[in-house]
T-cell receptor, first 117, second 111 residues
Framework: SAVISQKPSRDICQRGTSLTIQCQVD?????MFWYRQQPGQSLTLIAT?????????ESGFVIDKFPISRPNLTFSTLTVSNMSPEDSSIYLC??????????????FGPGTRLTVT | SQQGEEDPQALSIQEGENATMNCSYK?????LQWYRQNSGRGLVHLIL?????REKHSGRLRVTLDTSKKSSSLLITASRAADTASYFC???????????FGSGTRLSIRP
């Protein structure tokens, strides 16, 4: 299975500022994703991070608010821009399609707990 | 949007009992995955079952898939306090597609 790490693990930010979350996978993977999880809720997909091209965003999420980079097959970043208290959530990085697992199994990082004041 | 609905939303059982959680989905899938999430932590991958499979086992976990009913179940046998967590199903349409999460079941194991 792929091991995924995220930085920071948590942060408290002021409204109007931006935070960039980093995601590192210990092996090359085909696909990387970013999810958001509100307290007590299920996971909502923000976007698919495409290597070398623009991310594919889900309905309700836009690039200006959540710019994503994926410069190679093991690393991605998600920026939460111009934050408001409604952005307080857990943000999770996910990956699939590594060489050590099946192409269908999808693994998750530990999450970044963001609080916006 | 969520593809899957899980029931029950919450389940409390005595340690040692079996726990069964169900996941229903709306459209045909290629695979279905079950995850566990302890409070405030990341998701742990439990089992993946393909659409051409009917049952899979992993330790105390048993997953079934009924594509005709568009449903799956996760059975945890001989539950332990450490099984207390939220459990999610996630459905995938192909190897290249995103997976969509269900609403989750909160499982509590009473000592």
């Amino acid at each position: 299975s792929a091991v995924i790490s995220q930085k920071p693990s948590r942060d408290i930010c002021q409204r109007g500022t931006s935070l960039t979350i980093q995601c590192q996978v210990d092996s090359q993977v085909t696909m990387m994703f970013w999810y958001r999880q509100q307290p007590g809720q299920s996971l909502t997909l923000i976007a698919t991070a495409n290597q070398g091209s623009e991310a594919t965003y889900e309905s309700g999420f836009v690039i200006d608010k959540f710019p994503i980079s994926r410069p190679n097959l093991t690393f991605s970043t998600l920026t939460v821009s111009n934050m408001s208290p409604e952005d307080s959530s857990i943000y999770l990085c996910s990956a699939r399609g590594g060489t050590s697992g099946t192409r269908y199994e999808q693994y998750f990082g530990p999450g970044t707990r963001l609080t916006v004041t | 949007s969520q593809q899957g609905e899980e029931d029950p939303q919450a389940l409390s059982i005595q340690e040692g009992e079996n726990a069964t959680m169900n996941c229903s989905y709306k459209t045909s899938i290629n695979n279905l995955q079950w995850y566990r999430q302890n409070s405030g932590r990341g998701l742990v991958h439990l089992i993946l079952i393909r659409s051409n499979e009917r049952e899979k086992h992993s330790g105390r976990l048993r997953v079934t898939l009924d594509t005709s009913k568009k449903s799956s179940s996760l059975l945890i046998t001989a539950s332990r306090a450490a099984d207390t967590a939220s459990y999610f199903c996630a459905t995938g349409y192909s190897s290249a597609s995103k997976i969509i999460f269900g609403s989750g079941t909160r499982l509590s194991i009473r000592p």
